[in-house]
Nanobody, 121 residues
Framework: VQLQASGGGLVQTGGSLRLSCAAS????????IGWFRQAPGKEREFVAA????????KYAASVKGRFTVSRDNAENTVHLQMNSLKPEDTAVYYC???????????????WGQGTQVTVSS
């Protein structure tokens, strides 16, 4: 399975963006799609994750209440709605495939090419 993230761009503080993660083939209901981000000079960090079948979600404390992860099983796509964006949200955002609702990058595979999100102050 290959994943591709899209939807990034430049937005002002307080603005919104919607990222999408498309899978090259249908994934199992037990699979988890995770969103991670990496800013220059920083380690990759967990953002959010959703289990494809049950829709169970997990969020990083820094984005809880502002970001919403959802899945569109008909389209085999996962979305990350990002509201109230802050300059510290600036990073390359990646999606990846896992089997546990985990926050650890090591638990995920099939990393797609990221999409740049830039929030101007």
């Amino acid at each position: 399975v290959q994943l591709q993230a899209s939807g990034g761009g430049l937005v002002q503080t307080g603005g919104s963006l919607r990222l999408s993660c498309a899978a090259s083939q249908r994934t199992y209901s037990s699979h988890v799609i995770g969103w991670f981000r990496q800013a220059p000079g920083k380690e990759r960090e967990f953002v959010a994750a959703v289990r494809r079948g049950a829709g169970t979600t997990k969020y990083a404390a820094s984005v809880k209440g502002r970001f919403t992860v959802s899945r569109d099983n008909a389209e085999n796509t996962v979305h990350l709605q990002m509201n109230s964006l802050k300059p510290e949200d600036t990073a390359v955002y990646y999606c990846a495939l896992g089997t546990d609702l985990s926050a650890h990058p090591g638990d995920f595979r099939s990393w797609g090419q990221g999409t740049q999100v830039t929030v101007s102050s």
